[in-house]
């Protein structure tokens, strides 16, 4: 591709993308700051908080363009995403601003917020306009100095995207990528932040972009994007507010939260079992099941295990179980056995209320064309202390989407 070849497709991109999406984007931030400028409560006098540090209610709003290539598994969509992909991102994040609350005293003042997501992922009249909304985590990276210009953080994200141009045998047939107009959102990126003025960054890194259905809907090879992003962040104090409205005024409050050293996270060993029951619904491959599938295509799955967990402290924990899962689409394989038998191990990754569990495992056994090695990356919510909510992506023949499960885990025992 020559140098004016490569003008015009970026050309192309950056119009598809701002073409249909700029005008929800700007309403975006709109409603954002008319939100955030919804402060009804009594007025502060400057004089009493001034020499309080990180006094006030810390956010920021971020804005991040991406641009980057596809890694595509499939087969019928080369040339449709042959121009790579571009999408800009607008975040709104909290800071708490309490060098006591978990997330500075043992986390390394991380925050934590929304956002949403408007893409050029290919050619539109085969993928469509993707838009997605999501949650996402800000983890700075190592035990930096709170003077430092410059930090390194994690960040991963996940949402529902949406606005998507399915697979369709007649109308759409070379989207073997994507089955539904929706799909699961995920990115990870990791990314500097520097800074600039008093209340704002500059940011870059690279990021990973995953689209997929966990086998919902077939076809799903999903859409796989790595690439680079840029972006700025402006950080606010929301207390401000109650200080003055007078954009003049001296009296300002510091605008960003100032990072205080973590604490040792303090050795806490207990343990636990947990009992898992969840479903899900899958869909097999067109040309699977022509012999012998259900009309409908649709089929219903489930997970169930024990497992015994070992937390070394609030924050890290090891897990090892067994696991019975119910499958309906193996009726084409094995029409009279329709559930395997399987163990795994997994570690545990706990914040606030919730648990990332990252497991991978294998089958006693007959493994019925899923081959030895499956893997199950999820997140929990404690709703109490005997039970938590539960969504995963269980995958097969290693790591392709065998289903997404959602159900609860019940956690008898403690000691």
Same mark, same amino acid.
């Given at each position: 591709?020559?140098?004016?070849? #490569? ?16 005008? #929800? ?30 006094? &006030? ?11 980057? /290539? ?37 986390? /390394? ?18 993928? &469509? ?5 999501? &949650? ?60 600039? #003025? ?14 997929? /259905? ?5 076809? /799903? ?128 990754? #706990? ?13 006693? &056994? ?50």
């Amino acid at each position: 591709m020559n140098l004016f070849q #490569t003008k015009t497709s970026t050309h192309f991109r950056i119009k598809a993308l701002f073409k249909k999406d700029l005008l #929800t984007v700007i309403f975006s931030i709109f409603i954002t700051l008319t939100l955030l400028s919804q402060d009804k409560k009594e007025l502060v006098k400057f004089e009493d908080v001034k020499d309080i540090e990180n006094y &006030g209610n810390f956010k920021y709003i971020e804005i991040i363009g991406h641009g980057g /290539n596809h890694f595509y598994s499939g087969q019928t969509l080369s040339d449709a995403l042959a121009n790579g992909y571009g999408a800009l991102e607008v975040r709104l994040g909290w800071k708490n601003g309490d060098p006591e609350h978990w997330s500075n005293k043992y986390y /390394n003042s991380m925050s934590y917020g929304v956002g949403f997501y408007s893409g050029y992922i290919g050619d539109p009249a085969v993928l &469509g306009n993707p838009n997605a909304l999501y &949650g996402f985590l800000d983890l700075p990276i190592g035990r930096q100095s709170p003077d430092n210009k410059t930090i390194w953080k994690f960040s991963p994200a996940l949402g529902l995207t949406y606005n998507l141009k399915p697979y369709n045998p007649s109308q759409n047939p070379t989207n073997d990528a994507i089955g539904a107009s929706f799909a699961v959102y995920i990115s990870l990126a990791g990314k500097g932040e520097t800074v600039l #003025t008093r209340d704002l960054d500059i940011t870059y890194g690279i990021d990973f972009t995953h689209f997929s /259905n966990g086998r919902s809907f077939m076809p /799903n090879y999903g859409l796989n994007m790595i690439g680079f992003n840029t972006g700025i962040k402006y950080h606010f104090n929301s207390t401000q507010r109650r200080i003055t409205r007078d954009p003049y005024s001296a009296n300002q409050l510091q605008a960003r939260y100032k990072r205080s050293p973590s604490s040792p996270i303090l050795k806490d060993p207990s343990n636990q079992i947990n009992i898992l029951t969840s479903i899900g619904t899958v869909q097999n491959g067109f040309d699977e099941n022509q012999n012998g599938g259900h009309p409908s295509n649709r089929y219903l799955t489930s997970s169930i295990y024990v497992e015994y967990t070992h937390h070394f402290d609030i924050m890290h924990g090891i897990s090892f179980g067994t696991d019975f899962f119910y499958d309906e689409s193996l009726i084409i394989h094995t029409p009279n056995e329709l559930y395997l038998f399987g163990y795994h191990v997994g570690y545990d990754y #706990t914040f606030w209320r919730f648990t990332v569990k990252a497991q991978l495992g294998g089958y006693f &056994g007959d493994d019925k064309g899923k081959n030895k090695i499956w893997a199950r990356p999820g997140v929990q919510y404690k709703i109490n202390n005997w039970l938590s909510a539960h969504a995963a992506l269980k995958t097969r023949r290693g790591f392709a989407a065998d289903w997404a499960e959602f159900g609860v885990v019940f956690h008898p025992f403690k000691w």
